[in-house]
């Protein structure tokens, strides 16, 4: 059986946990079926992956018209495929060109929805009005739809009503427990001169309003004096969220030690160091379907304290491998905070009490390694996601 797997993000362009996911998948899978790899971007060295730039008379328009234009490309390459299996908005299109195309079944597996991120049009413009017909369009059209969470389950049968619910099953996100584990190194602390005796509260992640980084540079300004904040920043998604957290940091620096702002994406050796050394790792997401980033620091062995939206409760056990701060979102569809000031008061609290409690902390970090271990396998993934292959190519 031939796989087509269709991606934006792929090494080394990986961005974000979609990425990570395919990336892992491919691994995986490629012990058990045939798979080529088509993602955007530059090219690839990696055997049976071709890389498809943005083409050069689209450079100047719409970002969205762009990836619908390689995605033209992409579909056609797909002759010979048995299936076509896409990952997020940038390589649906393909996927549904490809299955219309070469009238072969498509597999969508859904790391978020765009109408559940709304404020994507502050990036895109009317390009996310484009990017959502095009979600939509290839959902409601594709063979199967794999969620990365139950949660995530409920948010596609509640924004996509037309698709058949039984086409939609979950296959949770996935960790390689012999990758990330703890690494008790300090040369990637060394590099950037935070201090493995002081306390260490981490966050991974883009820099969006998804992320819910503003929030958590709010409760900052209410932790502990001795413990220093790591944040570890994606590129920013506009000039707007970008302005505003750095306003938010230089406002925090001053008025606090050890805060620490590392841009860019680190290897993944200097970030399972800082997983391995933080006292709490923290994800304070607006939205968030699954959340790789939280499993890896689970499999480091690092407590979490995480807001209670989309699939994060499936992956962080409350009282268990961390703590889970309350989050109720504004009636606007916007996705913002009903009550910000409770939001970052209750973060705030929430990392003082494992700051306090350092054994608590340590308790929770080894649960959590233990519960990687046990339930999230990217063996098991690919098992479970060649099944729904099998059953559609027959």
Same mark, same amino acid.
């Given at each position: ?8 993000? @792929? ?8 990425? &990570? ?14 798979? +080529?790899?088509?993602? =955007? ?10 890389? @498809?730039? &943005? ?24 002759? !010979? ?45 009317? !390009? @996310? ?5 095009? +979600? ?11 969620? &990365? ?18 086409? #939609? ?60 904040? #790591?944040? *570890? *920043? ?5 000039? +707007? ?46 939205? +968030? ?5 939280? =499993?890896?620091?689970?499999? *480091? ?63 929770? !970090? ?22 729904? @292959? ?5």
């Amino acid at each position: 059986m031939r796989i087509d797997l269709l991606t934006r993000e @792929y090494p080394p362009e990986v961005y974000g946990g979609a990425g &990570v996911h395919a990336a892992e998948l491919t691994r995986a899978l490629r012990h058990l079926a045939d798979v +080529e790899v088509r993602c =955007l971007g530059a090219p690839r060295s990696e055997r049976d992956t071709t890389a @498809y730039p &943005v083409p050069e008379d689209l450079a100047a328009v719409n970002p969205a018209l762009q990836f619908l234009g390689a995605d033209l490309r992409i579909a056609s390459d797909c002759a !010979g495929a048995d299936l076509v299996h896409s990952h997020t908005w940038y390589a649906n299109a393909a996927g549904h060109l490809a299955k219309l195309l070469h009238g072969v079944p498509h597999v969508m597996t859904m790391h978020s929805l765009e109408p559940l991120r709304p404020w994507k049009a502050e990036q895109l413009g009317g !390009g @996310y009005a484009l990017s959502s017909w095009l +979600e939509r369009s290839a959902a409601e059209a594709a063979d199967a739809l794999i969620a &990365v969470s139950a949660a995530m389950r409920e948010d596609i049968l509640r924004a996509y009503p037309a698709v058949d619910p039984d086409r #939609v099953q979950v296959i949770h996100n996935g960790i390689d427990t012999d990758i990330y584990q703890a690494d008790p190194r300090t040369d990637a602390l060394d590099r950037f001169g935070i201090d493995p005796e002081r306390p260490i509260l981490l966050f991974v992640g883009r820099v969006t309003r998804q992320k819910g980084l503003p929030h958590l540079l709010r409760a900052a300004f209410e932790l502990r004096p001795e413990a220093q904040l #790591v944040l *570890c *920043c994606g590129q920013p998604d506009t000039p +707007e969220i970008a302005a505003e957290v750095a306003d938010l940091v230089a406002e925090l620096s001053r008025s606090r030690s050890g805060v620490f702002r590392i841009d860019g994406m680190l290897d993944s050796r200097s970030v399972r160091q800082l997983l391995t050394h933080a006292s709490v790792f923290v994800c304070p997401s607006l939205y +968030e379907p699954m959340g790789i980033v939280n =499993l890896e620091a689970m499999a *480091c062995g690092t407590a979490v304290v995480a807001t209670a939206v989309g699939g994060i409760p499936e992956v962080v056990e409350d009282g268990g491998t961390g703590l889970l701060v309350p989050y109720q979102a504004r009636p606007d569809g916007t996705g913002e905070p009903a009550d910000p000031d409770r939001l970052a008061a209750d973060l705030a609290a929430a990392l003082n009490r494992l700051l306090d409690d350092p054994d608590l902390a340590e308790l929770l !970090g080894a649960a959590g390694r233990r519960r990687a271990v046990e339930r999230f396998s990217w063996t098991g993934v690919a098992e479970r996601t060649l099944r729904v @292959y099998e059953k559609l190519v027959g």
